[in-house]
């Protein structure tokens, strides 16, 4: 659970900035991820020095794999209601009265 302080639109403003900032880091994963899973793919059974560095990037994807990676920014759904017209209300149950 994450807490804002502020206004509501100060909250807006900050998870805004929160999920641009995670989208950034969800990009550059990915572009990272893929260059890694290319060099592998391109290098991994060429000559010694590149297939050397090919397993490298090989162990060093599957740390990053395993250590997670940050998620895609999912927008939240909005859900509307509406009610229809109850008609005439009748009388409170429960009367106050103040002593």
């Known amino acids: ?12 403003q900050t998870r805004t900035e929160l999920e641009e900032g995670q989208n ?5 994963e990915q572009n ?3 260059h890694m899973k290319e060099y592998i793919a391109r290098f991994g059974h060429g000559n ?3 297939a050397r ?4 990037k090989e162990k060093l994807l599957t740390k990053v794999l ?9 927008k939240e759904t909005s859900v ?7 008609g005439n ?11």
């Not at 560095?53 to 490298?56: C, F, I, L, R, T």
């Not at 395993?66 to 999912?74: D, H, N, R």
């Not at 509307?80 to 109850?86: A, H, L, P, Y």
């Open 53 to 56: 560095q090919a397993k490298s």
């Open 32 to 34: 990272q991820v893929a």
């Open 66 to 74: 395993a250590s997670g990676l940050t998620e895609k920014v999912v």
């Open 80 to 86: 509307s209601f509406s009610f229809g017209d109850c």
């Open 1 to 12: 659970m994450q807490y804002f302080s502020g206004n509501y639109d100060a909250y807006v």
């Open 24 to 28: 950034k880091r969800y990009e550059w």
């Open 89 to 99: 209300i009748p009388p409170p149950v429960l009367m106050v009265t103040q002593y």
């Open 48 to 50: 010694a020095k590149l």
